[in-house]
Nanobody, 120 residues
Framework: QVQLQESGPGLVKPSQTLSLTCTVS??????????WSWIRQPPGKGLEWMGV???????YYSPSLKSRTSISRDTSKNQFSLQLSSVTPEDRAIYYC????????????WGKGTLVTVSS
């Protein structure tokens, strides 16, 4: 069974960088046909896809967030990470990591999510 778990600080200050890590168990992040995504949900709003890192390390980002988003991975730890720079209070959200299944073309496994608040 594939499991994903988000971790990182729950509070960041405006203008600083939000950094989260997703630890994957039960499957390798280098396995073909899967990719590893970050999604967020602000209070009272819908899900927003942020970006993804593929099994070969290629990255793709939402156009609205590309300028300040970076996704990386550590294959030795089977982890991938999110960095979102220059945060504002509008970046407050529950942040999820999830696995993208190429054949199903959707997210088949999700982490529980972690709330990140931006405040001074």
């Amino acid at each position: 069974q594939v499991q994903l778990q988000e971790s990182g600080p729950g509070l960041v200050k405006p203008s600083q960088t939000l950094s989260l890590t997703c630890t994957v168990s039960g499957g390798s992040i280098t396995t073909s046909y899967y990719a590893w995504s970050w999604i967020r949900q602000p209070p009272g709003k819908g899900l927003e896809w942020m970006g993804v890192i593929a099994s070969d390390g290629s990255t793709y980002y939402s156009p609205s967030l590309k300028s300040r988003t970076s996704i990386s991975r550590d294959t030795s730890k089977n982890q991938f990470s999110l960095q979102l720079s220059s945060v504002t209070p509008e970046d407050r959200a529950i942040y999820y990591c999830a696995r993208f299944h190429e054949f199903n073309y959707g997210m088949d496994y999700w982490g529980k999510g972690t709330l990140v608040t931006v405040s001074s």
